[in-house]
């Protein structure tokens, strides 16, 4: 089975602009959820989305902004950059069948804001 | 406010010992717990969860046990091998809300030969 795919794998914007990043879940995981990993804060959590809706939501402004599509691809948009946007973007998807909610992590989007 | 607090930064082990890694929670709706390792540049692996209904869970070498008086998790690793060397994050989520994983700030596992 496939796992979690992510691109780009790196991707390098000045301030002020706008990007996207994709996820491919794994097939027949429905849940994919975003997260951001820095130096200072550690690994946090954007948003998840199951069947194509906003379910769950970090404390991020709304800069940030994500959406699912019906085949469970998601893609997250980071728009007007600033400098602390740099971070890897982490991207995992889940099953959340029964009492199993292990999320399983793709590779990472390095994002580099200069 | 950290919710999952991993206070040791950094542990070092001798390849064939116990690898002990620890975790506290101060979130009382946390009820789901994993652990996951994590190389430069790579996503995070998930190893070994448990839920707040058990105390222990084992997979191979790896044990993780809870103690919800304490809110304290810890992460066993037995025998301790070179290619354990990672950084290990816990992670918690409260039932509603599985797919928000609130991580610790991770401990860097390096066993030596």
């Known amino acids: 089975k496939a796992g979690v795919t992510q691109t780009p794998r790196y991707l390098i914007k000045t301030r002020g602009q706008q990007v996207t990043l994709s996820c491919s879940p794994i097939s027949g995981h429905r849940s994919v959820s975003w997260y951001q990993q820095t130096p200072g804060q550690g690994l946090q959590f954007l948003f998840e989305y199951f069947s194509e809706t906003q379910r769950n939501k970090g404390n991020f402004p709304g800069r940030f902004s994500g959406r699912q599509f019906s085949n469970s691809r998601s893609e997250m948009n980071v728009s007007t950059l600033e400098l602390g946007d740099s971070a890897l973007y982490l991207c995992?998807?889940?099953?959340?069948?029964?009492?199993?909610?292990?999320?399983?992590f793709g590779p990472g989007t390095r994002l580099t804001v200069l | 406010d950290q919710q999952v607090k991993q206070n040791s930064p950094s542990l070092s082990v001798q390849e064939g010992r116990i690898s002990i890694l620890n975790c506290d929670y101060t979130n009382s709706m946390f009820d789901y717990f994993l652990w996951y390792k994590k190389y430069p540049a790579e996503g995070p692996t998930f190893l070994i969860s448990?839920?707040?209904?058990?105390d222990k869970n084992e997979d191979g070498r790896f044990t993780v046990f809870l103690n919800k008086s304490a809110k304290h998790l810890s992460l066993h690793i037995v025998p301790s091998q070179p290619g354990d060397s990672a950084v290990y994050f816990c992670a918690a989520s409260a039932t509603g809300t599985a797919s928000k994983l609130t991580f610790g700030t991770g401990t860097r596992l390096q066993v030596t030969l």
């Open positions: 995992a998807s889940s099953s959340l069948s029964g009492a199993d909610n292990e999320q399983f």
């Open positions: 448990i839920s707040s209904i058990k």
